[in-house]
């Protein structure tokens, strides 16, 4: 790989290096200055239409667009020069000429780039005493609202549309004080990828219709997540009001999903918002399942599974820390580990490398099969007569109580209980979902990848990790877990795949398993998209 020419230059009086041909924007990021701007987004073609990112540079002949401004060697960039303020406070005046002052009622307000940068470098007043110009709210398609009086024409949306998704079905129509985004005549935003264009939106021009007036920004609890949606593993926020998942929005990661994510992976955030969830552990006594307390289920769980052999059905959203500990069990009763997969179309992001919504919609399918856990189309297809069960995750979709007659006991686990499990299980193990315990998953390109806590677990339901530990310390196992940093370690340290890999050091943009075992399971995935 050739050397990278690096530029020294300073940076309101901070010197650095940068490699060439970096703008002075993103130079200005790594001295630790963030210069205003509305239009410039690193993951979208430079604009340089809204003119706020303007710095003084020495020896030049006026002021220059920060995002356009290629670095050079020995440059002095003032960011914060009377001439500069001036400037972006002139600019910042334009755009408050008619954006309505409806901060109380928008959903982007404590989350707004307008509110931030006026009240750090606006005017304390305005000058304009002429009535603000208004327009109606416009339904864009999808999840997307258009609220034209807001906008500030920075074309962060059109260019997302043109560029990134590669469908340009939004234009700046008119031109002057009349502009406004338009669509083109009989298209709107229901590609699947077009809900990013809310993100990108510096202020509240683009609106979500489903987050409409559920919560205020700084009513939100937030953790960094893994989208469920599919195998590509996208890095998510995950938001929380009042312990109630009201979002999911996408969280940069240059080496999976760099800014975006689509419109299925958004929407999971309503399976984990679920009311009907098992909470209390359950035992069948007296033809019925009763409450008990953790050690009796725990009792009960083991003297069924250790009865005989165990057919393991496991949810693909697992972490990789509850697979392993399944695959312990699976050894242990001379089982086997089976799991069931939805798919789906795949639907690339064509401006966005190697980023598509994929074919496999579950979360740690790669894993699973890392693990030991093998694929079927319908888990009778590994039932043998007198066989035990033991259900994690799964919801026995399709399933009926005459495919299931073969099996001789039903141990369940899991976040909700299905019909089917409330007639047939002898023991039902509450555990908690992934926005309530923390893990790690293994995403379609074998990218290990950490997700934080973000809700407390109903009830007494327990981390899936945390259970199936003691359900195996229940059965003799000499294991000792006690965080799920301990079971990775577990893993890393027995699994050829996983070797060496740290907990800790997977930080919250994961790392890659070893390559020769990755070859195989992207294959497998249907990586080649």
């Known amino acids: 790989m050739p050397d990278v020419k690096m530029v020294s230059l300073t940076i309101e009086g901070r010197p650095v290096s940068v490699p060439d041909g970096m703008s002075i924007l993103e130079a200005a990021k790594t001295a630790g200055v963030l210069i205003p701007h509305y239009c410039y987004h690193p993951g979208l073609p430079v604009a340089g239409v809204c003119r706020m990112c303007l710095v003084e540079v020495e020896k030049f002949p006026k002021l220059a667009p920060a995002c356009a401004t290629s670095v050079m060697e020995g440059q002095v960039v003032h960011v914060h020069s009377p001439k500069a303020l001036e400037a972006r406070k002139g600019v910042l005046e334009f755009l408050l000429i008619n954006h309505p002052l409806d901060c109380p009622i928008c959903d982007q307000a404590g989350e707004c780039e307008l509110q931030d940068y006026t009240f750090a470098e606006g005017r304390n007043d305005s000058r304009y005493r002429e009535p603000k110009r208004f327009n109606p709210v416009e339904d864009f398609g999808g999840d997307v609202l258009y609220v034209q009086n807001r906008c500030i024409l920075c074309t962060r949306c059109v260019r997302f549309m043109g560029d990134v998704a590669h469908e340009p079905v939004l234009n700046v129509s008119e031109r002057g004080d009349r502009a406004f985004i338009g669509k083109a005549e009989g298209h709107d935003l229901t590609n699947p990828w077009a809900g990013n264009v809310i993100d990108l939106c510096p202020v509240g021009a683009l609106l979500s219709k489903d987050f409409l007036n559920k919560a205020r920004a700084w009513e939100l609890d937030r953790a960094p997540t893994i989208c469920t949606g599919c195998s590509q593993g996208c ?262 795949a996983f070797a060496g890999l740290e907990y800790e050091a997977l930080g919250l943009h994961g790392l890659p398993i070893i390559e020769q075992t990755l070859a195989s399971a992207a294959t497998v995935a249907g990586a080649s998209v």
Not at 258 to 271: K, L
Not at 422 to 435: E, F, G, H, I, M
Not at 461 to 488: I, K, N, Q
Request: charged letters at 20%.
């Open 235 to 496: 890095n998510a926020v995950a938001e929380t009001r009042d312990n109630v998942p009201v979002r999911l929005k996408p969280r940069p990661n240059d080496a999976v999903n760099q800014y975006y994510m689509c419109e299925v992976g958004r929407e999971t955030y309503r399976e984990f918002a679920r009311r009907d969830r098992a909470d209390q552990p359950m035992v069948r006594m007296n033809g019925g399942l009763q409450v008990v307390d953790w050690d009796t289920a725990l009792s009960a769980s083991a003297r069924v599974i250790s009865g005989g052999r165990v057919v393991v059905v496991a949810s693909p959203n697992l972490s990789n820390e509850a697979l392993f500990l399944l695959d312990r069990l699976v050894a242990r009763t001379n089982g086997q580990g089976i799991f069931r997969l939805e798919r789906g179309a795949v639907v690339p992001l064509p401006g966005a490398p190697d980023l598509a919504l994929r074919e496999e919609r579950a979360a740690n399918a790669v894993g699973a099969r890392q693990l030991g856990f093998t694929e079927v189309a319908q888990i009778t297809d590994a039932i043998r007569a007198g066989d035990t069960l033991l259900v994690v995750g799964d919801s026995l979709d399709g399933m009926s109580a005459d495919m299931l007659a073969r099996a001789a006991q039903l141990v369940y686990v899991g976040t909700t209980v299905p019909t089917l499990a409330q007639a047939w299980a002898a023991v039902v193990l509450p555990v908690t979902n992934t926005w309530e315990e923390e893990g790690t998953f293994t995403n379609i390109r074998g990218r290990v990848q950490r997700f934080l806590q973000a809700r407390t677990a109903p009830g007494v339901a327990r981390p899936t990790w945390f259970v199936l530990g003691d359900l195996l310390g229940a059965m003799g196992d000499t294991g000792d877990y006690h965080l799920p940093s301990d079971v990775f370690a577990a893993l890393a340290s027995s699994r050829p």
